[in-house]
């Protein structure tokens, strides 16, 4: 009689009546929209939950929760421990716990995603410390770091990135949002620094390129259509990255600032 070929060990997602198992290099993708693996939040539709709101990566030794939404926080809940939020577009590891629940709220209720690492620990080796891209519900927001800050960045880097963060942060012309290229031209050439809008988009590319690849940096890269939109929807993302991970800090804005005399 042949020997039974050992079943690889597996990570166990549950949510609702669903039961989804995950090995070591397999994705989940979870939201409200058709794309996902796992649907949520759509029969009826709740407008709350993002259409895609988060993807669950498996490696050996636990499972990394991306997400996937630029706008709405998850929250992790563990025992033992406090529950912690991942902020959008940030990353975050079950490690160092065997269960956890990620939950959301929306409209109609709170949907959540059971995440049992249990038989990647009893195959695996001992788990990591937890990644240090997460705040504690209710805790300060410098708790929130997202990925670790780059020194390798140019300094010309650098100097797109305050210019694109400093509207939001200290607000600009009256605005407190977001610029456009053509608005970090501007706010570039009140500081001494002749860069063309074409300039800037042409280096922040090269910047989104090189963090989407080298440093596995998620959703800065641009989405399908994206580049027909008249303010690119990856301006925002890579904002907000730059801000929670701290590569771009509030001594640098301020520095950067104070530039324009």
Same mark, same amino acid.
């Given at each position: 009689?042949?020997?039974?070929?050992?079943?690889?060990?597996?990570?166990?997602v549950?949510?609702? %009546?669903q039961? $989804?198992?995950?090995?070591? &290099?397999?994705q989940?993708a979870? %939201?409200?929209?058709?794309?996902? =693996?796992?649907?949520i939040g759509?029969?009826?539709?709740?407008?709350?939950?993002? $259409?895609?709101? &988060?993807?669950?990566?498996?490696?050996?030794d636990g499972v990394?929760?991306? @997400?996937?939404? =630029?706008?709405r926080? +998850?929250?992790v809940?563990?025992?033992? &421990?406090?529950p912690?939020?991942?902020?959008p577009?940030? #990353?975050?590891?079950?490690?160092?716990?065997?269960?956890?629940?990620?939950r959301? =709220?929306g409209?109609? %209720?709170?949907?959540a995603?059971?995440?049992?690492v *249990?038989?990647?620990?009893a195959a !695996?080796?001992?788990p990591r410390?937890? +990644?240090?891209? *997460?705040?504690?519900v209710?805790?300060?927001?410098?708790?929130?770091v997202?990925?670790?800050r780059?020194e390798?960045?140019?300094?010309?880097?650098?100097?797109?990135?305050c210019?694109?963060?400093?509207?939001s942060?200290?607000g600009?012309?009256?605005?407190?949002?977001t610029?456009?290229?053509?608005?970090?031209?501007?706010i570039?050439?009140?500081r !001494?620094?002749?860069?063309?809008?074409?300039t #800037? $988009?042409? #280096?922040l590319d090269? +910047?989104?390129?090189?963090?989407?690849?080298?440093?596995g940096?998620? &959703?800065v890269w641009?989405?399908?259509g994206?580049e $027909?939109?008249g303010?690119?929807?990856?301006?925002?993302?890579?904002?907000?990255?730059?801000?929670?991970? !701290? @590569?771009?800090?509030?001594?640098?804005?301020?520095?950067?600032?104070?530039?324009?005399?």
């Amino acid at each position: 009689m042949p020997s039974q070929v050992p079943r690889p060990p597996v990570a166990v997602v549950r949510c609702g %009546g669903q039961r $989804r198992e995950l090995a070591p &290099g397999e994705q989940l993708a979870f %939201g409200r929209g058709q794309g996902n =693996d796992l649907r949520i939040g759509h029969d009826p539709a709740d407008l709350r939950i993002p $259409r895609y709101a &988060g993807r669950l990566e498996c490696r050996p030794d636990g499972v990394l929760l991306h @997400n996937t939404s =630029d706008k709405r926080a +998850l929250v992790v809940e563990t025992f033992p &421990g406090e529950p912690f939020e991942v902020a959008p577009l940030m #990353v975050a590891g079950t490690g160092p716990h065997d269960l956890v629940t990620v939950r959301i =709220d929306g409209e109609h %209720g709170r949907y959540a995603l059971s995440v049992d690492v *249990t038989g990647l620990r009893a195959a !695996g080796p001992a788990p990591r410390a937890p +990644l240090p891209m *997460t705040a504690v519900v209710g805790g300060p927001s410098s708790a929130t770091v997202g990925f670790a800050r780059i020194e390798s960045l140019t300094p010309r880097h650098r100097l797109l990135l305050c210019a694109l963060c400093l509207p939001s942060a200290f607000g600009w012309n009256g605005q407190h949002g977001t610029p456009s290229y053509a608005e970090m031209e501007q706010i570039l050439a009140e500081r !001494g620094h002749r860069t063309s809008a074409k300039t #800037v $988009r042409n #280096v922040l590319d090269d +910047l989104r390129r090189e963090l989407a690849t080298a440093h596995g940096v998620d &959703g800065v890269w641009e989405e399908a259509g994206a580049e $027909r939109a008249g303010r690119e929807s990856y301006l925002p993302r890579l904002a907000r990255w730059a801000r929670l991970s !701290g @590569n771009v800090t509030t001594e640098e804005l301020a520095d950067f600032e104070a530039l324009a005399g």
